[in-house]
């Protein structure tokens, strides 16, 4: 998908001031899913990562599929159940969101955070109308005084999310994929929740279809309407399009993290250069069976740059420009 996108362009980019309180901080996050194969073995989807997610900020997660994108949303929202294992902190007003009451968790799931899942759009109920659902959500989250008032409500979400009122009379059946998809969004904004996270919410949908929705969800965040946004995608051209900051996932481990425009344009993680088309993919020669630790850097076998201590151990975050961070010998460790 080719989206335009102008570097230039203020985007509303939030303050670089190291010293803003963080929205949501996660801190040596791990998560263990139990593998289907074998006896009790588990898989490690992160391997403790942290974060800061700084007031304001849209942020893009990206990396391949199985780099642990939608793993850290589904920590994010506290979704890591046993027997998957998860261990860490994900620090959002002072409480860990891993140690929160069911009543405390409820209220953060839909007031303070709320998700958008790959194919959600095909969860709207096919025998319900929209206006239907959207009064049961409105009236159970009391955020509607009555049927007539939630419809109002509902008209006006959708209103939001560029779609007319008569929307509300009609079936899932009746709508277009995309607008199925703004019709998800406008339920998931019901609650005025300070983060969205959103897992490829335009996966399904035709490109023109895609840059429409895209849009009208950039210009939710830059009138106010949306706070924070944490879009999970594989696809680099929405990244450039839609966020102000861009971390760079492989294998559970974070190996970039920087303003959108410096990691699109310079990016340092030989990784990184590679989603992006600057390096070419070239396995490196030699024994299959090399074994490496559990913590190595999980380029190290296609990496042209690999050293002995990259198959020893994971590097910490070097800073290698304003704001801009990669996880690599290159830029620290001699």
């Known amino acids: 998908?080719?989206?335009?996108?102008?570097?230039?362009?203020?985007?509303?980019?939030?303050?670089?001031?190291?010293?803003?309180?963080?929205?949501?901080?996660?801190?040596?996050?791990?998560?263990?899913?139990?593998?289907?194969k074998g006896k009790g073995g588990y898989y490690k989807a992160l391997r403790n990562i942290s974060l800061d997610i700084r007031p304001g900020e849209s942020v893009g997660l990206l990396g391949e599929s199985g780099a642990g994108k939608s793993t850290v949303a589904s920590a994010i929202m506290s979704l890591v159940?046993?027997?998957?294992?998860?261990?860490?902190?994900?620090?959002?007003?002072?409480?860990?969101?891993?140690?929160?009451?069911?009543?405390?968790?409820r209220h953060y799931r839909w007031n303070e955070a709320a998700m958008i899942f790959q194919a959600a759009m095909n969860?709207?109920?096919?025998?319900?109308?929209?206006?239907?659902?959207?009064?049961?959500?409105?009236?159970?989250?009391?955020?509607?005084?009555?049927?007539?008032?939630?419809?109002?409500?509902?008209?006006?979400?959708?209103?939001?999310?560029?779609?007319?009122?008569?929307?509300?009379?009609m079936f899932p059946l009746e709508l277009s994929g995309g607008m199925k998809q703004r019709v998800i969004i406008a339920m998931a904004l019901a609650t005025s929740p300070k983060i969205l996270l959103l897992d490829e919410p335009t996966t399904a949908l035709d490109a023109v279809t895609q840059f429409a929705v895209l849009s009208t969800l950039k210009k939710l965040k830059q009138s106010g309407k949306l706070q924070n946004l944490i879009l999970i995608t594989h696809d680099p051209s929405v990244h450039a399009f839609m966020v102000d900051r861009l971390i760079v996932m492989l294998k559970?481990?974070?190996?970039?993290?920087?303003?959108?425009?410096?990691?699109?344009?310079?990016?340092k993680h030989p990784y990184s250069q590679l989603l992006l088309g600057t390096l070419p993919l070239s396995p490196k020669r030699g024994s299959i069976s090399e074994k490496?630790?559990?913590?190595?850097?999980?380029?190290?076998?296609?990496?042209?740059?690999v050293m002995q201590k990259c198959r020893d151990r994971m590097p910490k975050m070097y800073s290698v420009g304003e704001g801009q961070e990669a996880a690599c010998y290159l830029y620290g460790g001699a």
Request: aromatic content about 4%; some cysteine; glycine content about 6%.
């Open 292 to 305: 490496l630790v559990d913590d190595s850097c999980p380029f190290t076998r296609y990496c042209p740059y």
């Open 252 to 267: 559970g481990v974070i190996v970039e993290d920087g303003p959108i425009e410096e990691v699109m344009t310079r990016p």
């Open 1 to 36: 998908m080719e989206i335009p996108s102008k570097p230039n362009v203020a985007r509303g980019q939030p303050p670089t001031d190291t010293l803003v309180e963080p929205l949501l901080s996660i801190r040596n996050l791990s998560v263990a899913y139990r593998s289907s």
């Open 81 to 105: 159940e046993p027997p998957d294992k998860i261990m860490g902190e994900i620090i959002y007003n002072g409480k860990d969101v891993l140690k929160l009451t069911d009543k405390q968790l």
């Open 123 to 169: 969860s709207l109920d096919p025998v319900v109308t929209v206006g239907k659902s959207f009064e049961e959500l409105l009236l159970d989250k009391q955020l509607a005084r009555g049927r007539n008032h939630a419809r109002e409500l509902a008209k006006k979400l959708l209103h939001e999310m560029e779609l007319p009122e008569t929307i509300c009379d």
